[in-house]
């Protein structure tokens, strides 16, 4: 018998018990859905974060403070730690350096008023995250030098303060009661890792008016420094460079662990790769209980059939039917019946990523073919798998009891 005359029985099977067919097939349709649309939505969630990271440039590093339980003193990086790394004579390898120290204060423009995180930061603040300004421009050496009380907007705390069509740039806010004027906005990022929803002033002046904190040695404490490295730049080399002058700036001993951390982009992406990969893993594993279930109906009912069709396989066998013949048949239609369970989830779990990306704001939804191709033949393995028992069992039917069979 042919492959294609093979598919015609099979499918003449399936045919008889139309309503059986398809609530087996629930099980599959359910489990390929749920995997289609847990992997395009985790698949989603790793372009996103990835490219969020990515926009703000592959060449960024973070320095912040640590402490080991070891360690005997408090740690800190500061504002002059970042002068230090400025230089070029001590860390030729990066290209612009800013240091932030930020907080959330009250900020408000007449009425309108709320909690914003206010960043006290400098210039070279835009350069390192690639910042944007649509309206007015960003903070200047002169309003550092100066400790001008001048202010830039993000874009998400601009609308918070301000009317739709409202020019903010010229106009006086208040941060804890501290009059500051408005040069600039800038273009809205989005994602979790933006500035949306901060207000920039010059570093001088947050630590003149709000963060007064002061280390042992008179030196002003920063949460976080930022530096972009010069195109070209091997990440190793750019952190030893900033590994020497701030182990030499906070005097430790060769043998004392650093007591601030150094953290490149590259890293940060590695890591959101790797939980990305691993959360898709887990949501795939989630739906593969479903196809487990569904895999193991198949075969159930497959067995059911193999029972009530035994005359059938003693009737065909008697007039020159091979076992073989039979194995392809029985086979077949496990997987013609776990296939179409499969095509009919891969479009539902496409509808459901896509109507779950339209309830969620930002979530993105990333259908790829690997991921069809996966799912389908995911559908055809379960198929065949779970189909092979009650196969082999029709096909080892002796044809003389299959036909005594009542």
């Known amino acids: 018998m042919s492959l294609l005359e093979s598919l ?39 372009a996103s974060v ?26 800190y990086v500061t504002a002059e730690d970042a002068d230090s790394l400025a230089d070029p004579l001590y860390a030729p390898a990066l290209r612009s350096v800013a240091a932030a ?54 874009g998400q705390a601009y609308a918070d303060l301000f009317a739709e069509g409202d020019y903010p740039v010229g106009q006086s806010i208040s941060i804890d009661g501290v009059a500051f004027e408005v040069v600039g906005v800038l273009k809205e990022q989005g994602g979790l890792t933006s500035d949306d929803s901060s207000v920039f002033i010059p570093l001088s002046t947050a630590q003149a008016r709000f963060f007064t904190q002061r280390t042992l040695s008179g030196e002003h404490p920063v949460q976080v420094i930022y530096a972009s490295m010069v ?15 701030l182990r030499e700036r906070h005097s430790l001993d060769p043998d004392a662990a ?15 790769d790797q939980i990305t990969s691993l959360l898709t893993v887990f949501l795939a594993a989630i739906g593969g209980i479903s196809l487990l279930v569904g895999g193991i109906g198949i075969m159930n009912i497959m067995l059911v059939s193999v029972t009530e069709r035994t005359r059938e396989i003693g009737i065909r066998k008697s007039v020159g039917a091979t076992s073989e013949n039979i194995l392809a048949q029985f086979l077949l239609e496990a997987v013609l019946l776990s296939l179409s369970g499969g095509i009919i989830g891969i479009l539902l779990g496409q509808v459901g990523a896509l109507v ?16 069809v191709a996966l799912a389908a ?21 002796n044809p003389i009891d299959a036909l005594r069979h009542e």
Do not use: H, W
């Open 8 to 46: 015609r029985v099979a499918a003449s099977g399936l045919a008889t018990n139309k309503m059986r067919a398809i609530l087996t097939m629930l099980g599959i349709i359910i489990g390929v859905a749920a995997v289609v649309a847990l992997l395009s939505l985790g698949q989603g969630v790793r």
């Open 50 to 75: 990835t490219g969020q990271i990515e926009s703000i440039g592959s060449n960024l590093v973070y320095i912040t403070a640590y402490r080991d339980d070891s360690a005997t003193r408090l740690s």
């Open 101 to 154: 120290a930020q907080g959330a204060l009250r900020v408000s423009f007449g009425d309108q008023g709320q909690s914003l995180t206010v960043v006290g930061t400098s210039a070279e603040y835009a350069v390192v995250r690639n910042l944007e300004a649509v309206l007015g421009g960003f903070l200047t050496r002169a309003d550092q030098s100066d400790s001008a009380r001048v202010a830039v907007l993000g």
């Open 231 to 245: 195109d070209g730049t091997v990440a190793q080399s750019a952190e030893e460079q900033i590994r020497e002058v």
């Open 258 to 272: 650093d007591d601030f951390r150094i953290s490149t982009q590259q890293a940060i992406l590695d890591v959101v």
């Open 356 to 371: 779950i990306s339209g309830l969620v704001s930002g979530l993105k939804v990333v259908v790829s073919v690997g991921v």
């Open 377 to 397: 033949g995911v559908a055809c393995g379960i198929g065949l798998i779970f189909g092979t028992y009650p196969a082999l069992a029709a096909a080892r039917l």
